[in-house]
């Protein structure tokens, strides 16, 4: 199999890739696992520091690039898209999210389209195509009315997924990502950075400041079940989406108190007094919009699990980024 | 005030313009009416047989054409954005659909944002949006899924009206259109054509071929009600609409077999005589996957209302297009 990831270099882009080098093959269809031949990592930023493989060929490029993407398109028989414009980016920057996020999405998938192979995709989406007035959870039914840039482009790179699949043109898969928690790496310009500042940074003897109140409460998924989930979606046959192409993942709700609580039982209160609470009343705002809970019906029958707990959570970014270690 | 309307040339386009023109003026906000100073029809089509008028000015152009749209769009106030390819023609060209449908509305969207001066603007949306798993009454949080490119389109304009609204470049509002019966005219590409021919047909005396089973139900709304809808749509305060920009109009819900029997009882037997059933299983397969049925609580607490029942729709058609008589 010749795999593509866009965004090949975001963090979650390498965990995916590390994680497909390490077994090697893919177990399409629920069949025996058919081997990686080729890796292509596609990012508009140049990748850093990746283990020597023949298999990987790491291209940087933009995506909004169309010769570009149509050369790592041509050969590409599984294709995770996760190259975007995140949500405070797409918000201060308007034409560049919607050039990125559906002119680059759409060039991706017409270059797919192109090849008259019928490549397999998984787009990663978000909730933040939620938005509005809400339920206390929202169901698998229910409507994307999105309230950023970046939760409409999402919302329309998941129709063009769909409709490019049903034309038969690609075999497409959208999964709406919870919030990742803990982002290894540094903060980033998304409004949920915190998130993962406050428990990360802390642990690394670093200070980190919390902006929003400790009842607010968020719904998340470690980077190690995204990862899972990324694999998971491109190994379903077909059959397993019928009509719909979306899927909306299991998470857990937690409240950030609950988050620094966890954090305290887990490394001490001398790792959570590095945490200063300084409400910041634009990011509360924007915090507030997003759902909180998420039924997943859907995604759970099909095999998608949440973290079970926060505890599981801090375990895994112990485990996966600080080898084991508390600060 | 001054009105652009494209697909101006479009039998609800026409009819809009009509009561535009013969009102005058448009009450926005429901404050007292504003004259129209200006109305400018843009279509692909050349506009036939418009009663003079030195407040209209007829535009035959692309909506694709970026020059041209920049040209209209640069005085317009009010615009009713109805251009569009439809249902089967979409699905027929895949290309031209997602031009014309997709980068037409974002480009006349971007147009109007040049503008600087925040236009008012209503797009014209579909039920083809719903898709796929249905209840059997669509509420208005429910999911759009559409299972064509039309309705993916479409829904992808209602994302782009609504993201271009919260960020201030216009003001937006998109109408989930019911199929809309009696249309005039002659047959179309659509799939819903027949629902219109086997009543307007054979009241001209013609045959008409219905190629559904007569328990087969259908979601209408009359030209009549379809016209009041945009003008309201257009009316309406910004706060009226609130976080959502997007409406599923309410209609009726009737089956062929109910819509024929209507027209025996108003026009005779001797008229639905003249109707041949004779199924096609690729038209019944489309109409199947339609939502039949649909809450629309909010259009209604807003004030849009449906046509009461088929005959009131069949009378309405009548009065409007045969001067009142009956083949």
Redesign the interface.
């Known amino acids: 199999m010749r795999v593509l990831i866009t965004g090949g270099n975001g963090f979650i882009g390498r965990k995916l890739a590390m994680a497909l080098l390490h077994t090697g093959a893919v177990p399409v269809d629920h069949g025996p696992p058919r081997p990686i031949e080729r890796m292509t990592l596609f990012d508009s930023v140049p990748s850093e520091d990746l283990p020597p493989d023949p298999r990987v060929e790491v291209v940087t490029g933009d995506i909004t690039d169309r010769s570009a993407v149509e050369r790592v398109a041509a050969q590409a028989d599984l294709v995770w898209h996760l190259a975007a414009v995140v949500s405070a980016g797409a918000e201060a920057d ?1 034409d560049l999210g ?1 050039r990125v996020n559906v002119d680059g999405t ?1 060039g991706l998938l017409d270059a797919l389209r192109a090849t008259g192979r019928r490549p397999r995709v998984v787009f990663a989406s978000s909730l933040a195509v939620y ?3 809400m ?1 206390e959870v929202i169901t698998d ?7 950023s ?1 970046y939760g ?1 482009q999402k ?2 790179g998941e ?2 997924t ?2 490019y699949s ?2 038969g043109f690609i075999d497409g898969r959208s999964l709406r990502l919870p919030t990742i928690v803990v982002r290894p790496g540094r903060p980033n310009k998304a409004a949920s950075t915190f998130a993962s500042s406050i428990i990360r940074e802390p642990l690394a003897g670093e200070e980190a400041v919390c902006p929003v109140a400790p009842e607010t409460a968020i719904y998340i998924l470690s980077p190690r079940r995204v990862v899972e989930a990324l694999l998971r979606a491109m190994t379903l046959p077909e059959s397993a989406w ?3 192409r ?1 899927l909306q993942l299991a998470g857990i709700t937690v409240t950030v108190g609950a988050m620094v609580e966890a954090l305290a039982r887990v490394a001490g209160e001398a790792v959570t007094d590095r945490i200063r609470w300084q409400p910041d009343p634009a990011i509360e705002r924007i915090v507030e919009t997003w759902p909180v809970r998420a039924e997943a019906r859907r995604a759970r029958s099909m095999g998608f699990t949440d973290d079970g707990s926060f505890e599981a959570i801090l375990q895994a970014h112990i485990e996966d980024e600080l080898g084991g270690r508390r600060a």
């Open positions: 308007f919607y759409r938005g509005g007035e339920p039914g229910f409507h994307a009315t999105p309230q840039s409409t919302a329309i129709l063009l769909a409709d049903r034309k019928g009509m719909h979306t």
